[in-house]
C-alpha cells in the first residue's frame, strides 16, 4: 500500500479507501440494495482493510440513513483503533433520518446541525475530512463556506472537501476562501472510471492547478467494471445493477473497455476488476481510491490492485480503447497550445 499526498496539505492517505456504503442498508430501501452488513461483518471488513495498509475511511450522515456512520464508528470502537492511525470522512447535504425544510443543503443551520450528529454517531470528537455532498443552488457560497470555516477553527473538523461540483463551482469556492482567509477544500470526491472518463475534460485540469486532490467514487461502476457482466447479459442475475443501475454508463464503449482489461489480466493472472483499479492508480491526478465491499473476498482481490503495476504498452492500449471523443474547446485548446507544450518539452519542463 503507497500513502499519497492529500491535496495541498500535509496529510498523507492510503491509496484505496475504505468505503462503507454497504453498511446497514434496510432490505427494500435504495441502501438495501446496495449492501446491507451487520455489525459483525463491519468489523471483519474495517479489521481487514486497516490490516491491508487501508488508513483512510469514507461514510456519509446519509447513507443508511445514519447507520454507516454509526458501524463505522462502533468497528472503530471494537477493534480498539487509536484515532491518530485512521484518517475518517463523512459528508453534509442530504437528509439524514430527520425530515423538515431544513434538513438538507449548504445552509450554515444544516451543516452544524449535521456535524453534531455525523459526531454522535460515529462516537468521534473531530472528522479529519467532511465533504459538501452536492451543489446547493439556494445557498450562497459565502455561507456554506464560512460555516464550515467556523467547524474547522473550533476543532471539529481537520479538513473540508467537496464531491459532485463542476469545476467552475470549485474554482469559484476556491476563490472566496481565499479572498476571505477561509478553509478551503483540499478535495472533489467524483465518479472516475476507465469507462467514463468525464471528468478529464475540465475538472482534472482544475484539479491539478488548484492542487486539489481527487478522491474516486464507484470505480468499478457500480459493479460493472468487474469482470463478471458481458455483452450477452451473462453474470447479472443478482448483481446490484439489475435493481440499482448506477453510475450512468455506455454499455456498448464499456464492453470494449472490459474486453480490453480482460485480455490484460487474463495475461497477468488477475481479475478484472484488478486492472480497472490499477488502471485509476496509475492517473496522477487521483489521490485515493475508494473500494467498497460486501465480502472479505472482495476486499482482498481489490486490495490486491496495489501490487499491479501496467507497462506503458498496456496503458496506452487501455487509454485508446477508452478515449473520450474530441469536444469543442478541448480540441482548440489541443490545436493552439501545442506548439508551446512542445516549446515546454523542449526545455525539459514537465
Known amino acids: 500500500m503507497r500513502y499519497r499526498k492529500f491535496g495541498n496539505t500535509g496529510l498523507f492517505v492510503s491509496e484505496l479507501c475504505l468505503g462503507t456504503m454497504t453498511f446497514g442498508g434496510a432490505e427494500g ?28 475511511i469514507d461514510t456519509a450522515d446519509v447513507y443508511s440513513e445514519g447507520r454507516s456512520e454509526i458501524m463505522t464508528g462502533q468497528a472503530l470502537k471494537n477493534l480498539k483503533v487509536p484515532r491518530e492511525n485512521v484518517v475518517v470522512a463523512t459528508k453534509v ?4 433520518g430527520t425530515k423538515g425544510v431544513n434538513s438538507r443543503g449548504m445552509s450554515r ?20 475530512l467532511y465533504q459538501i455532498h452536492g451543489f446547493d443552488p439556494a ?41 476571505l482567509g477561509l478553509a478551503r477544500f483540499e478535495s472533489l470526491q ?47 442475475a443478482g448483481a446490484r445493477r439489475t435493481t440499482f443501475d448506477f453510475p450512468p ?35 496522477p491526478v487521483v489521490s485515493s481510491v475508494i473500494i467498497g465491499a460486501k465480502r472479505v473476498s472482495q476486499l482482498d482481490d481489490n486490495l490486491a490492485a496495489t501490487q499491479v503495476v501496467l507497462s506503458a504498452e498496456e496503458l496506452a492500449t487501455l487509454d485508446a480503447v477508452s478515449a473520450l471523443p474530441s469536444e469543442y474547446p478541448g480540441w482548440m485548446l489541443e490545436r493552439q497550445g501545442g506548439y508551446r507544450r512542445q516549446q515546454l518539452q523542449d526545455a525539459g519542463v514537465r
Open 249 to 283: 454508463v455506455d454499455k456498448a464503449r464499456g464492453f470494449d473497455c472490459i474486453d480490453a482489461m480482460r485480455a490484460i489480466a487474463d495475461a497477468r493472472g488477475v481479475s478484472v476488476a484488478q486492472i480497472a483499479l490499477a488502471w485509476l492508480l496509475h492517473q
Open 93 to 96: 447535504f442530504g437528509e439524514a
Open 29 to 56: 430501501s435504495m441502501w438495501g440494495h446496495i449492501g446491507r452488513l451487520e455489525q459483525a461483518e463491519v468489523d471483519g471488513l474495517v479489521g481487514r482493510a486497516l490490516e491491508g495498509g487501508i488508513n483512510f
Open 190 to 236: 467524483a465518479y472516475y472510471t476507465i469507462a467514463g472518463r468525464d471528468l478529464e475534460r475540465e475538472i482534472v485540469p482544475m484539479l491539478q492547478s488548484e492542487k486539489v486532490g481527487l478522491m474516486v467514487w464507484s470505480p468499478l461502476a457500480g459493479g460493472f467494471l468487474s469482470g463478471k457482466f458481458s455483452r450477452d447479459g451473462a453474470g447479472e
Open 139 to 179: 445557498t450562497p457560497m459565502e455561507e456554506a463556506l464560512r460555516a464550515l470555516d467556523d467547524l474547522v477553527r473550533q476543532g471539529h473538523v481537520r479538513y473540508l472537501g467537496v464531491s459532485n461540483w463542476a469545476a467552475w463551482q470549485i474554482a469559484k469556492a476556491l476563490g472566496i476562501s481565499e479572498r
Open 109 to 128: 443551520y444544516h451543516i452544524v446541525d449535521s456535524l453534531k450528529g455525523s459526531l454522535a454517531r460515529l462516537q468521534l470528537d473531530h472528522v479529519d
